[in-house]
């Protein structure tokens, strides 16, 4: 009796061990085609907000014909959506730690979806920077949460995380400009791009309630079987300090560039609306190479990486506003820039932000950089325009992309690369 009792025994462990695995395999390929599919999601809805972020400069020369404002106006309304972002970064951090970050994620594309729509009925200067600020802040929202996933999700390759996230600003800086000329073409008015990029928003808020699942947007790093070690134990250490100055020069540059050159190819070069849309469109395909970019990042010295980008991003400035003006030059140089601006520089900042802190400080981490970025970048577009009315577009730029881009690259040579975290795998 005994020896029956041993065989079925047997038979039950060979039929568990005949079904299990591929019961198993087949869970964790479903698993997989879930975040596969969430994190399409993610991207994509990063995509609509860059389509968003780059809209309103195309159509400001339209937007200023109209309401009769002047350059540093412009310049402002161009960019001051990031003051909201910066008003925004820091408690979005705080705001994770009490909330799910898909819901961060939903209500931040909520706020810039519906201020961009509102924009359209502005009466004047003061409602309309009212508006444009309003949609910084659900864009920091949106942004600050994606970073913490990403960086958390891929937490072996926290770069080339963020790099992966930022295939989807390459997109929506591709699409937005050459769609968004194409709307104020076809219809005649500005108003038509801002309604129809609003609309797009509100069903990407409608896709993430049901494709993503908390088990990515939530996850911490463990899922991953990685475990980090360093870091700071607090945002108040050397590399924090420096990361946050270059980010506020970054964003100085940045914005400069992403507020005010498509007023520059409109107003200095007389560039078509299309022939400027398709210009911007080449900087976001530039930035394509941010997963390539990330794992230069997470591979080889942070300091090294951040202070060659800045010194290619100086000498890529100087030829954009003082050399050829040509369509093809100008695309090329934009193309280039943006590998360098958004595909390297902000890939490697936001991941080294990350890295700097223990991993319990992610979430703030991310705030700090957006804040100090879009902080920057809220008086960028102000800045330019008012040096170009002074002085010209060609100091303008000299000063506010060339020269600060030689100081970042000076900067970024203090960080000590050997004090930030480390993943290894997990036993």
């Given at each position: 009796m005994a020896a029956k009792t041993v065989s079925a025994g047997q038979g039950r462990k060979t039929m568990d061990q005949m079904t299990t695995p591929s019961g198993a395999a087949a869970?964790?390929?479903?698993?997989?085609?879930?975040?596969?599919?969430?994190?399409?999601?993610?991207?994509?809805?990063?995509?609509?907000?860059?389509?968003?972020?780059?809209l309103f400069p195309l159509m400001l020369t339209d937007v200023r014909r109209e309401y009769g404002f002047s350059l540093p106006q412009g310049g402002l309304l161009s960019t001051v959506f990031t003051l909201g972002m910066t008003l925004a970064g820091i408690p979005t951090g705080y705001l994770?730690?009490?909330y799910s970050r898909k819901a961060v994620i939903q209500i931040g594309i909520l706020i810039y979806s519906a201020a961009t729509v509102i924009t359209v009925i502005a009466t004047g200067f003061a409602d309309m920077l009212l508006y444009r600020t309003i949609t910084g802040i659900g864009e920091a929202m949106q942004l600050t949460a994606l970073l913490a996933v990403f960086s958390s999700y891929f937490s072996r390759n926290r770069a080339a995380g963020v790099g992966l996230l930022n295939y989807a600003y390459a997109g929506g800086a591709a699409i937005g400009p050459?769609?968004?000329?194409?709307?104020?073409?076809?219809?005649?008015?500005?108003?038509?791009?801002?309604?129809?990029?609003?609309?797009?928003?509100?069903?990407?808020?409608?896709?993430?309630?049901?494709?993503?699942?908390?088990?990515?947007?939530?996850?911490r790093g463990g899922e991953n079987q990685t475990i980090a070690s360093g870091g700071a134990a607090s945002l108040n250490n050397h590399n924090t300090i420096v990361l946050?100055?270059?980010?506020?020069?970054?964003?100085?540059?940045?914005?400069?560039?992403?507020?005010?050159?498509?007023?520059?190819?409109?107003?200095?070069?007389?560039?078509?609306?299309?022939?400027?849309?398709?210009?911007?469109?080449?900087?976001?395909?530039?930035?394509?190479?941010?997963?390539?970019?990330?794992?230069?990042?997470?591979?080889?010295?942070?300091?090294l990486v951040l202070a060659l980008s800045f010194l290619v991003a100086s000498g890529v400035a100087a030829l954009l506003f003082n050399g050829p003006v040509d369509f093809a030059t100008q695309g090329a140089l934009s193309f280039v820039l943006g590998a360098t601006f958004s595909g390297t520089i902000f890939v490697n900042l936001a991941a080294s932000h990350v890295k700097a802190v223990a991993a319990n400080l992610a979430g703030r981490a991310s705030g700090?950089?957006?804040?100090?970025?879009?902080?920057?970048?809220?008086?960028?577009?102000?800045?330019i325009g008012w040096i170009a009315k002074l002085s010209g577009w060609t100091i303008a730029g000299n000063l506010q992309l060339v020269a600060l881009c030689i100081v970042g690259a000076a900067v970024a040579l203090l960080l000590r690369p050997e004090r930030m975290a480390q993943s290894r795998q997990a036993a």
């Open positions: 869970a964790r390929a479903t698993d997989n085609a879930i975040a596969i599919a969430a994190i399409a999601v993610l991207i994509v809805s990063y995509a609509v907000n860059a389509m968003d972020r780059t994770m730690s009490r050459w769609l968004g000329a194409r709307l104020l073409v076809g219809y005649g008015s500005w108003r038509a791009p801002m309604i129809a990029f609003g609309l797009v928003g509100f069903a990407m808020m409608i896709l993430i309630a049901a494709v993503v699942r908390p088990h990515l947007s939530e996850t946050a100055i270059l980010s506020v020069l970054f964003g100085l540059a940045l914005y400069g560039y992403l507020g005010m050159y498509p007023t520059f190819l409109r107003e200095h070069l007389h560039f078509a609306p299309s022939d400027a849309g398709r210009v911007m469109s080449f900087y976001g395909l530039g930035v394509l190479v941010s997963l390539f970019t990330g794992w230069l990042g997470d591979r080889f010295s942070t300091r700090l950089f957006v804040t100090c970025v879009y902080g920057s970048a809220t008086v960028a577009g102000y800045l």
